[in-house]
């Protein structure tokens, strides 16, 4: 099953590789990972998407948790939550495909960020489903390049992760 | 306050520290922090020959007295010889403080002279690791450092230190921290009750219950609950090839350690059991065989300090994440409060039949021959024997490492110190001088082979210097032992690259360093050569003993079996 692990560790040279070098090291596999500074600039927030068995991922959050750079950290995909992903696509956009382009872009709410004769640049954001769908739209015969945020996410209501 | 460069902090904080001995190797970017050391009479430094043995000295060290080796090395290869020595530590848990020179921080990055990434190099294999970005943090990374590789599951740690870190003209104010700081890490520090408590009720109403206890045991110095709970429930105790001395070798209920090598009656008693109660032990693949066909009919009870330890090979029904020491009064208070004892009928049941497997009473029997030929297994009888089992141990890997595991009587924790994760040939003798310095008056014996005792050979030198009289016991049957047996029993004989062609003259070896050798090929002088030996107080001696090379370890697991699939000889099999 696909899991969302999300954490809080220091901001110091160092730990992301850590992490890294934890799933290479122990075969867990990263499907995504984000991470960037919080208010807090001393905390990193690093959120990643893997994908494996209950029991790797149990093994997976507790080898994280092991980590002396890991202050805090929450399974998000256990209970309520929100994610997102940002996305840029480069579209051949010519003729009568241009119209075709801007309405599937409008329907998956997605806008139009730069423009050129040949293509639009569209920026999307939603849930990792919502852009693999987008990208099936349009086909991959008008796409020309896709660059993805990775998974970022945080709990709905009143969880909170912080010290 | 006062003022010190960061070489002198460096050195100062080990002092305040408590530090005695460093194990090290200088060079260029070391050489400030050994300038500061040459100032500072309250540490003593052993120059080893080579940095992989001063790592294994410092974990002698640490195994033996249970405070953390510190060694010093220098950057590039300084640095990536200490990494086999540091790999070894970590796969046993090992509380070790390495301290590795580093190029200057302006430096770093530019591929220059003895250049390496160590953080980058050791980051799979320690606990954690610092650089350090100005010389004034030098005391409060060093007090982080000692109390990370000490505390809940110990390791080492790695501090890389770049040069200029520690030039000599640029002072700072000096003072030693308390306490270490860490918002990111609390390790356990008592059980859970609940779950303590069923794991009492559990043992009380078992039928066929066992006691597996691993060098968790050992190192959380929990040896004395242990005994007190396995004689309370009168529990059949199995400890692994780390966990050997945390319950006496000579009582009754100790069964062998279970395993590829381990006893037929501890290897049939985990198999048969109905509760097996795991305590510092991480169901290891050199122990628990084909991992499906694991205990089949048992409730397992895990006690560890590291929770990613519990459930990672094998499911436990009752997870404890704690100290041992502090789990094991808790259960002791859970089983004296529940007041009641397990049924003696029960019990006497389950004697009957371990004792029937036990047969003859020898955990371990093998065919001791004619004579004509000295079998390994007398040569550690006889060892045992005459230093009446109070020896500190240490080996290094292979069937020498097996065999002293198997028939030396380990009654006390701490003694028998070998690399059982790594598998480390060539940690044995430097770890026995590691110990032989915290424990001049005690006998430190490093049991090896021909093989293995090639790859740190060097250290008689530094045993000269520092008059490190330990006792090499080499069993020597002019092959790679483990491998040949391996490759007699998978590769049809065929011994590709097992022989130890060209051997030296151990004897003549240990004399041009100024040691004393002595050479055993007749199993009459086994034991007056060896007391001789022991005789010897302040002398190195090397006893290098010529014995069966056709001899086997059995038992021996039958891969991807249960843990009672073994071969028992080289023709019978369970």
């Not at chain 2, 390495?98 to 002279?113: C, H, L, N, Y």
């Not at chain 2, 436990?316 to 789990?327: L, M, W």
Request: one cysteine or more; aromatic letters at 8%; hydrophobic letters at 40%.
């Amino acid at each position: 099953m696909r899991h969302i692990i999300s954490l809080l560790m220091e901001n110091e040279p160092g730990a992301l590789s850590r992490v890294i070098g934890l799933f290479s090291q122990r075969n867990y596999n990263i499907e995504s990972l984000t991470v960037a500074a919080t208010e807090d600039p001393t905390l990193s927030r690093l959120t990643l998407t893997t994908i494996g068995k209950e029991e790797v991922i149990e093994q997976i959050t507790k080898n994280l948790n092991k980590l002396i750079e890991v202050v805090k950290l929450v399974d998000l995909s256990e209970s309520a939550h929100i994610e997102r992903e940002l996305m840029l696509v480069k579209i051949k956009a010519s003729g009568a495909q241009r119209a075709e382009i801007k309405r599937t872009a409008d329907i998956f709410r997605g806008q139009i960020v730069d423009v050129s004769p040949s293509l639009y640049t569209v920026q999307l954001t939603g849930t990792t489903d919502k852009l693999d769908s987008f990208i099936h739209a349009i086909g991959p015969a008008s796409i020309l390049e896709v660059v993805r945020s990775g998974v970022t996410g945080i709990a709905r209501g009143d969880k909170i992760l912080s010290l | 306050m006062e003022l010190l460069s960061g070489a002198e902090m460096l050195v100062r904080s080990l002092r305040d520290e408590g530090v005695k001995y460093i194990y090290g190797y200088p060079g260029g970017a070391v050489l400030h922090i050994y300038d500061a050391l040459f100032k500072e009479p309250a540490l003593t430094h052993i120059l080893v020959r080579h940095e992989q043995a001063a790592t294994h000295m410092a974990d002698g060290y640490a195994r033996s007295t249970g405070k953390a080796g510190v060694v010093f090395v220098t950057s590039g290869p300084g640095a990536t010889n200490a990494v086999t020595g540091i790999a070894t530590a970590f796969m046993d848990s090992i509380p070790m403080v390495v301290i590795s020179g580093q190029v200057p921080s302006d430096m770093v990055g530019t591929d220059a002279f003895q250049e390496t990434d160590m953080i980058g190099i050791s980051r799979p294999i320690v606990k954690h690791s610092f650089i350090i970005k100005h010389p004034s943090e030098i005391p409060e990374v060093i007090k982080k450092a000692f109390y990370l590789a000490e505390s809940g599951r110990p390791g080492p740690v790695v501090i890389d230190v770049p040069k200029d870190m520690t030039n000599p003209i640029d002072k700072f104010e000096y003072s030693y921290p308390k306490k270490a700081k860490l918002r990111s890490y609390a390790p356990a520090t008592r059980g859970h009750s609940g779950q303590i408590r069923k794991a009492a009720e559990m043992l009380l109403a078992a039928k066929r219950p066992i006691i597996y206890a691993g060098g968790g045991v050992v190192l959380g110095g929990a040896s004395t609950q242990l005994t007190e709970i396995a004689k309370l429930l009168n529990t059949p105790v199995t400890t692994t090839l780390m966990g050997l001395g945390c319950f006496p070798g000579d009582d009754h209920q100790f069964v062998g350690m279970p395993g590829m090598h381990g006893s037929y009656t501890a290897n049939l008693a985990m198999h048969h059991c109905d509760v097996l109660i795991a305590v510092g032990a991480r169901f290891d693949d050199r122990v628990i065989n084909g991992a499906a066909k694991f205990c089949p009919n048992a409730k397992i009870i895990h006690i560890d300090i590291d929770p990613a330890s519990i459930s990672k090979t094998i499911k436990a029904d009752i997870p404890i994440v704690g100290p041992v020491d502090s789990v094991l009064n808790d259960m002791l208070a859970a089983l004296k409060d529940i007041g009641t004892k397990p049924n003696p009928d029960v019990v006497a049941s389950w004697w009957k039949q371990i004792d029937e497997w036990r047969g003859n009473g020898k955990l371990f029997p093998y065919d001791s021959g004619d004579g004509s030929i000295i079998k390994p297994q007398t040569v550690i009888e006889t060892l045992s024997e005459v230093t009446k089992g109070n020896a500190f141990v240490t080996s290094d890997v292979g069937q020498h490492q097996m065999f002293a595991a198997q028939y030396y009587r380990f009654n006390k924790p701490n003694r028998w110190i070998n690399s059982g994760g790594l598998g480390t040939m060539g940690f044995g003798f430097p770890a026995a001088m590691g110990v032989k310095l915290s424990f001049p008056d005690d006998d430190v014996v490093c049991v090896t082979g021909e093989g293995s005792i090639q790859m740190n050979i060097q250290e008689l030198s530094t045993c000269l210097q520092y008059d490190l009289p330990v006792k090499i016991v080499n069993l020597n049957n002019g092959a790679l032992g483990m491998v040949r047996q391996w490759q007699d029993m998978v590769y049809n004989s065929r011994y590709s690259h097992s022989y130890m062609e060209s051997l030296p003259d151990f004897v003549k070896l240990a004399e041009a360093y100024g040691h004393v050798g002595i050479r055993i090929t007749d199993l009459k002088d086994l034991k007056p050569k060896m007391e001789e030996a022991f005789a010897m107080k302040d002398r190195l001696v090397f006893l290098d003993i010529q014995v069966d090379p056709s001899e086997h370890v059995y038992p021996m697991q039958i891969s991807g079996g249960a843990m009672r699939d073994m071969w028992l000889s080289k023709t019978e099999r369970t």
